[in-house]
C-alpha cells in the first residue's frame, strides 16, 4: 500500500510559480513510478509529469514541458512539482499518483496504470 497526500496548491497570476508535493508513505521502496495528473473541469483527467523514484528519470507532456520540473527527495519520501510561468489553462485539480514497478514509461499518462492516488490540490491562475 502506498498512502499520498498532496499540499502545495493556491491561487496565483499568470507567469507565477507554485510548487506542489506529495508526500508517501506505506510501501517506499525503489520500484516506485510517481506521477502528477490534473483534472480541469469537464475534462478528462491527464497526466503532465512523471518520474521514476529510483533512477530519477522523468517525463513531460509537451504542454508544460520547459515550465514545469518534476523531483524527488528519496529521503523524505516526497516528489514535488515545480511549476512556473504558469497559464489560466493549468488551473486544474493537481493530483499525485504512484505505481510500484519497474517500468514507468508504458502507459504513464492513463490514470488507469496506477494503483494508488492523493486527494487532490487545487491550483488557479488567474489571466
Known amino acids: 500500500q502506498v498512502h499520498l497526500v498532496e499540499s502545495g496548491g493556491g491561487s496565483v497570476q499568470a507567469g507565477g510559480s507554485l510548487r506542489l508535493s506529495c508526500a508517501a508513505s506505506?510501501?517506499?521502496?525503489?520500484?516506485?513510478?510517481m506521477a502528477w495528473f490534473r483534472q480541469a473541469p469537464g475534462k478528462e483527467r491527464e497526466g503532465v509529469a512523471l518520474?521514476?523514484?529510483?533512477?530519477?528519470?522523468?517525463d513531460y507532456v509537451d504542454s508544460v514541458k520547459g515550465r514545469f520540473t518534476i523531483s524527488r527527495d528519496n529521503a523524505k519520501n516526497t516528489v514535488y512539482l515545480q511549476m512556473n510561468s504558469l497559464k489560466p489553462e493549468d488551473t486544474a485539480m493537481y493530483y499525485c499518483?504512484?505505481?510500484?514497478?519497474?517500468?514507468?514509461?508504458?502507459?504513464?499518462?492513463?490514470?488507469?496504470?496506477?494503483?494508488?492516488w492523493g486527494q487532490g490540490t487545487q491550483v488557479t491562475v488567474s489571466s
Open positions: 506505506g510501501y517506499t521502496g525503489s520500484r516506485r513510478c
Open positions: 518520474i521514476y523514484t529510483s533512477a530519477g528519470t522523468t
Open positions: 499518483a504512484a505505481r510500484i514497478s519497474w517500468v514507468c514509461a508504458d502507459r504513464w499518462t492513463q490514470e488507469t496504470a496506477y494503483n494508488y
